[in-house]
């Protein structure tokens, strides 16, 4: 079956600091891949994601993420955050081939500044 | 972008009531949506695929007869929490799968999330 595991539990970070949030899956195929925010109170918007091409890819708000095939990992970074930057961040995975669902990341969720 | 609404935002019953929460997609046609459940301080677990027309496909452990699903038109989903308790007080978030087509042709799917619904059962 398939997991996303997120390795971080809660980050606290200077603003201006850089950040970089870890998400590996289990999946040998095709897959499409995101990372989602979800400010407090607010529901989950998207950051970006993968489907096929470039394996570095920009999302809104100036994070971007690497698609590492050989590592099954999408992990998640910004050069120098905010304090807007606060939030819940979750890493998902969609296998395609006409599942359409995705699994989100197992592990603990991810917070930002103090 | 897309909207996705829930409604209602949250909900307070008593145990061994039922509480319907519904699902649209505000400016597009979906013939797919997803109900998931967050835990405290845990990620969003998905719970079952809704699909226009059809019967819903659950994940295995969550109970098709607890959770009622109905997808009756390309806008709305409906999640039926039957009888109620405690223990199924959490946040619920459904997402409706769009389809975006490409520049240069082709298309790429995504899901819109809505806004979930905070169920406390008491």
């Known amino acids: 079956a398939q997991s996303v595991s997120q390795h971080n539990h809660h980050v606290i970070l200077s603003e201006a600091a850089s950040l970089e949030l870890g998400c590996n899956y289990s999946y040998g195929g095709t897959v499409n891949l995101f990372w989602y925010v979800q400010y407090p109170g607010q529901h989950l918007q998207l950051l970006l994601k993968y489907f096929s091409g470039d394996p570095l890819v920009k999302g809104i708000k100036g994070f971007e993420a690497e698609f590492i095939k050989s590592k099954f990992s999408f992990n998640l970074r910004k050069p120098s955050v905010q304090w807007s930057d606060t939030a819940e961040y979750f890493c998902a995975v969609n296998a395609g081939g006409g599942t359409y669902k995705y699994i989100f990341g197992t592990g603990p969720r991810l917070k930002g500044l103090a | 972008g897309a909207v996705v609404s829930q409604h209602p935002s949250r909900v307070i019953c008593k145990s061994g009531t039922s509480v319907k929460i519904e699902c649209r997609s505000l400016d597009f046609q979906a013939t797919t949506m997803f109900w998931y459940r967050q835990f405290p301080k845990q990620s969003l677990m998905l719970m079952a695929t809704s699909n226009e027309g059809s019967k819903a496909t659950y994940e295995q452990g969550v109970e098709k007869d607890k959770f009622l699903i109905n997808h009756a038109s390309l806008t709305l989903s409906t999640l039926t929490v039957t009888s109620a308790h405690p223990e199924d007080s959490s946040f619920y978030i459904c997402?409706?799968?769009?389809?975006?087509?490409?520049?240069?042709?082709?298309?790429?799917?995504?899901?819109?999330f809505g806004p979930g619904t905070r169920l406390l059962v008491l």
């Open positions: 997402s409706a799968r769009a389809i975006l087509g490409l520049a240069g042709g082709g298309y790429q799917e995504t899901q819109y």
